[in-house]
């Protein structure tokens, strides 16, 4: 591969550069529009908002307040991966709780050793080794996934990937080769998980009653809470930039249209690779961190339902859009929970069963909500721009066009796995 | 035209060239060579196996028999991108622009295979990726200028006009930087004045960039103004090769179009035109306009005498 790039040297001048006098830049500026003031100031209300509300919640004693929020600042994240590979690049996925789960117990099988090994001064940081740690197992696993199913597109890769997250759960419970502990999970009875850097210290040391109904503290809910914070925002501008790039591009391209992608040179496996493990690499982290802030890591959680919940935040929220995909997991994660936690607090009598009503008929509704808006609203809540314009066909000439006469095999359009004649991809 | 080829001296080789769908031979052993800086054009009937010839030579689909060679090198086989990386560039007959792109990323997506960065990069906005980023962008304008579509930069590429989205093609392949641009007819759809600049953008490709032409093309007018060489496919067989005055001459290639007894035909169907043409003014359509197109396409090649004027042009 490496021998037929070895023209291609980006610093050279490029034939553009050598035969054609410059153009003027004309061109809009990416972020121009972006640093409205108006924006500025919303923004910088809604961080000190998600700064001061773990504070406040621990204050007043609403432990599950916060546990809420960091739950479905887990699930952002995880959707950010999915969104990746959903999103950009257009690929299926139904079985995203499989890097979720390799996350978290990558996370467990290497943190509890190693803090043993630490000692109890720097046990604490063995939730950063197994935080990269998870990070990149997951991503590695990203990579191993991708390449049996490079070939596979749309409702073959769902079942494929369905059936991989499957299979990761009935491994996990089973014991698989003695390292999940079954059912039961991680850490083992008798191994303890060692608490995150600096947890303990700020512990003791945060501690100011306001009053006699008022602390302010720093409980593990807090830290975790703003753990996932940081998280989150690291994730929300790596995701960005990259899809802001010549790969974001290359995903744009092969979404569209993977034919015409690869005739101007875009390496479509590779593009897909990336789109695999860059999106497992949230999962992973996701993962790591989640059983450090449950303190456990068993095989129930990551099982079918939690998938596609996940994929639902992705398509309601909107496809290729993070503020859609935010959106969507906090009305997808976060409105059950918020019901329940509002009914276990201020209602009583009948009225307080609503949270055990709202579980029971989520799936319902969720079912629901995603034929509406796919009738609806098929871009999503906060659709993204030009997903948008995909979906609407961009008002221009429809997307069944591009089947005909070009390259059609067999009545399917190639690109579509296994069918152009021992040619295109893979050959 | 008949020398024994050495692979190294034609920019493209096709060797015996085959491909079977089933039963189907769409491209059956075709050999033809085209160098580099000539500007050829494949012509015949619909579903003579044209658009399957490119889909042979740009990757897409493999050859059953024999072989293309492109600078020498076999392209059996060998990834769409890769081929794109050694410089075979295309546009498509059913316009393929990326339509929710902007013309401009469309183009953008063309600088993909002559430029490297990777997720590192883009993640941590490093100096080498911000210059390649810049320069992308930079050279997507040039080639937006180069076929005149400056002003549709930011524009949504299917919002864009029939005629500009070809051109839009062209420029997106342009940035590729091939050797060998592969036109799949590209003024299909263009009013008289669209296609007279579409030939001027073609000689422009090949004079001012150096870039060799091959070009599929319905509208004779068009294949005889700018064709240094024609080769003729029909039912997936090569059935003629020469000049435009050499096929415009070539029975073959007027029976492949009109079918056998050709020549009475012509002769009724210049009577027609010649009625047609005093139809026009109330605007009715030509009496066989709807049977066939290759009828009335082929006029171009019967009727219309050599366009002297644009050979010395070129
Ligand atoms: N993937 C495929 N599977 C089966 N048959 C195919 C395939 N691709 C092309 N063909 C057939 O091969 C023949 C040649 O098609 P092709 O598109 O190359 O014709 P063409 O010369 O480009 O015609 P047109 O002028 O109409 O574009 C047609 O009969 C077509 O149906
Ligand atoms: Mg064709």
Redesign the pocket.
């Known amino acids: 591969m490496t021998t037929e790039r070895d023209n291609i040297n980006s610093e050279a001048p490029s034939l553009a550069a050598d035969l054609l006098p410059a153009a003027k830049p004309m061109f809009k500026k990416q972020r121009g529009s972006k640093t409205s003031p108006l924006k500025v100031i919303l923004l910088v209300i809604l961080a000190l908002a998600l700064i001061a509300a773990p504070i406040i919640f621990q204050g007043f004693g609403q432990l599950l307040l916060i546990r809420i929020f960091a739950i479905v600042g887990l699930y952002i994240i995880l959707a950010m991966g999915l969104n990746i590979v959903v999103g950009y690049a257009g690929l299926l996925d139904f079985g995203r709780m499989a890097f979720y789960a390799f996350g978290a117990y990558a996370a467990m099988l290497i943190g509890v050793p190693l803090a043993q090994a630490l000692g109890p001064q720097l046990g604490g940081w063995a939730y950063v080794v197994s935080l990269v740690g998870g990070a990149i197992v997951s991503s590695l696993v990203g990579f191993l996934l991708s390449l049996p199913v490079m070939r596979l597109r749309g409702d073959y890769l769902a079942i494929v990937t369905l059936g991989f997250g499957e299979i990761v759960r009935i491994c996990l419970q089973n014991n698989f080769l003695g390292l999940s502990n079954g059912a039961q999970g991680l850490p083992r009875t008798g191994q303890t998980l060692p608490a995150p850097p600096g947890l303990d210290w700020l512990k003791m040391n945060v501690y100011f009653p306001i009053n006699d109904r008022f602390v302010i503290e720093f409980s593990s809910n807090v830290y975790w809470y703003y753990i996932i914070l940081i998280l989150l925002v690291v994730a929300i501008i790596v995701v960005r930039r990259q899809d802001n790039s010549r790969l974001g591009r290359s995903w744009a391209a092969l979404r569209e249209d993977e034919v015409a992608a690869a005739a101007m040179g875009v390496n479509t496996t590779r593009a897909k690779t990336w789109a695999f493990v860059l999106g497992a690499l949230w999962g992973g982290v996701a993962g790591a961190t989640f059983s450090y802030f449950q303190m456990v890591a068993s095989p129930e959680t990551f099982n079918f339902f939690n998938s596609v919940l996940v994929l639902a935040i992705v398509v309601i929220g909107g496809m290729g859009s993070i503020p859609g995909v935010i959106v969507g997991a906090l009305a997808i994660q976060g409105i059950p929970e918020f019901i329940r936690w509002f009914a276990q607090n201020f209602l009583s009598g009948a009225a307080s069963g609503i949270d055990k009503t709202v579980s029971n008929y989520r799936n319902l509704i969720l079912g629901l909500l995603m034929v509406v808006m796919m009738a609806i609203r098929p871009a999503g809540l906060i659709p993204s721009k030009r997903i948008k314009r995909e979906i609407h066909g961009a008002g221009g000439s429809d997307g069944s066009t591009r089947v005909e006469?070009?390259v059609l095999v067999n009545g399917v359009p190639a690109g579509i796995e296994g069918a152009t004649p021992g040619g295109g991809e893979g050959a | 035209m008949s020398e024994t080829s050495t692979a190294t001296t034609h920019l493209v080789e096709a060797k015996s060239a085959t491909i079977a769908f089933g039963g189907l031979r769409a491209v059956d052993s075709v050999d033809l060579h085209i160098d580099a800086g000539e500007i050829v054009a494949l012509i015949g009937p619909n579903g003579a196996g044209?658009?399957t010839f490119f889909n042979l030579l740009t990757g897409i689909y493999t050859p059953t028999e024999g072989e293309v060679l492109f600078d020498g090198r076999s392209v059996s086989g060998v990834k769409p991108h890769v081929i794109a990386a050694r410089g075979i560039s295309r546009t498509f007959?059913n316009i393929r622009l990326f339509k929710a792109m902007t013309s401009l990323e469309n183009v953008m997506i063309g600088r993909h295979v002559r430029t490297k960065s990777g997720p590192f990069g883009a993640t941590f906005r490093t100096p080498a990726f911000r210059r390649e980023e810049a320069q992308i962008q930079a050279d997507a304008e040039r080639w937006l200028e180069f076929v005149g579509l400056s002003q549709f930069a930011n524009e949504i590429a299917s919002s864009l006009p029939y005629g500009a989205q070809r051109r839009l093609e062209i420029a997106r392949a342009l940035a590729t930087e091939p050797k060998l641009i592969c036109l799949?007819?590209p003024a299909a759809g263009m009013n008289n004045k669209e296609s007279a600049e579409l030939n001027q953008l073609i000689f422009r490709i090949r004079d001012e960039l150096g870039i060799t032409v091959l070009l599929?093309e319905h509208d004779m007018k068009v294949v005889m103004n700018l064709a240094e060489r024609i080769y003729v496919l029909d039912f997936g067989k090569l059935i003629a090769q020469g000049t435009p005055g050499e096929i415009q001459a070539n029975p073959a290639v007027i029976e492949a179009y009109l079918g056998k007894g050709a020549d009475a035909i012509v002769r009724e169907r210049a009577e027609a035109q010649a009625a047609a043409e005093t139809d026009a003014s109330r605007g009715s359509t030509p009496p066989n306009a709807s049977a066939n197109d290759d009828l009335l396409e082929s006029d171009g090649i019967i009727m219309t005498p050599p366009n002297a004027q644009a050979k010395e042009d070129a």
Do not use: L, M, N, R
């Open positions: 006469g070009d | 044209k658009t007959q799949d007819e599929i």
